[in-house]
């Protein structure tokens, strides 16, 4: 059974352009704070409102999965804009990512937690790879279009304040280990841990 009853697809907004993703991922992370993110499968929709955030910043940054050039596996992070980039980390975690930036330059923002509005009894987003399993999303999903069904992003209601932290868990990532590119809404309490230091606040992009 759903959290709350979903939307119907006619009353969702409207969704994000292709667009809105052809612009670097440190610009595109904090604007997708507030979003909502949709899932359509097999007839059923669960959403989540995106609480936080990462930024991967192509070859240069050393955290993100394009650092060591195009592989079979980073194919579609260099592929256009507004396609989700989905993977799997540990043998468990589904991870999904939106990509960004014109085709051919490898930028993605990691989605790390949404506010669960239509999902699973007990299902939970807070965590990267929780809130995949709350809403359906899995590899199958790699390379699909964020502008339609059954995977898309809608507009939301703007963020009021947004924290700026570091990054989870790219202590290996020399110099972009301490980079401030993880983006929170700090009114959420669903996000995948609380910052214990912000770097800085600013509004939406």
């Given at each position: ?5 979903p ?10 352009p292709a ?9 595109v ?11 359509r499968?097999d ?7 995106i609480?936080?955030t990462e ?6 940054d050393l ?11 980073t ?9 989700a ?7 468990m ?8 930036q014109?085709e ?8 790390r937690?949404v506010?669960?509005?239509a999902a ?6 807070d965590?990267?790879g929780r809130?995949?399993?709350?809403l359906?999303?899995?590899?199958a999903?790699d390379?699909?279009s ?18 700026v932290?570091r990054r989870?868990g790219?202590?290996y990532?020399g110099?972009w280990?301490?980079?401030p ?7 959420s ?6 910052p214990?230091?912000?770097i800085?606040?600013?509004r939406?992009?």
């Amino acid at each position: 059974m759903p959290i709350t009853t979903p939307p119907s697809p006619s009353a969702l907004p409207p969704v994000l352009p292709a667009s809105f993703y052809g612009r670097p991922a440190d610009e595109v992370a904090p604007a997708l704070l507030g979003q909502l993110l949709v899932v359509r499968h097999d007839g059923e929709l669960r959403a989540g409102r995106i609480v936080e955030t990462e930024a991967y910043l192509g070859e240069a940054d050393l955290a993100c999965h394009a650092a060591r050039g195009r592989t079979r596996r980073t194919s579609t992070l260099y592929g256009p804009p507004g396609t989700a980039y989905v993977y799997l980390v540990y043998g468990m975690h589904e991870l999904f990512n939106a990509v960004c930036q014109p085709e051919g330059e490898p930028h993605a923002v990691l989605v790390r937690a949404v506010e669960l509005l239509a999902a699973p009894e007990g299902a939970r987003g807070d965590g990267p790879g929780r809130l995949t399993r709350a809403l359906g999303i899995s590899r199958a999903d790699d390379a699909r279009s964020l502008t339609r069904p059954p995977l898309s992003i809608h507009a939301g209601a703007p963020v009021a304040d947004v924290r700026v932290t570091r990054r989870v868990g790219v202590g290996y990532a020399g110099v972009w280990a301490d980079a401030p590119l993880r983006f929170l809404d700090s009114a959420s309490g669903a996000v995948s841990r609380p910052p214990a230091h912000a770097i800085g606040s600013g509004r939406r992009a």
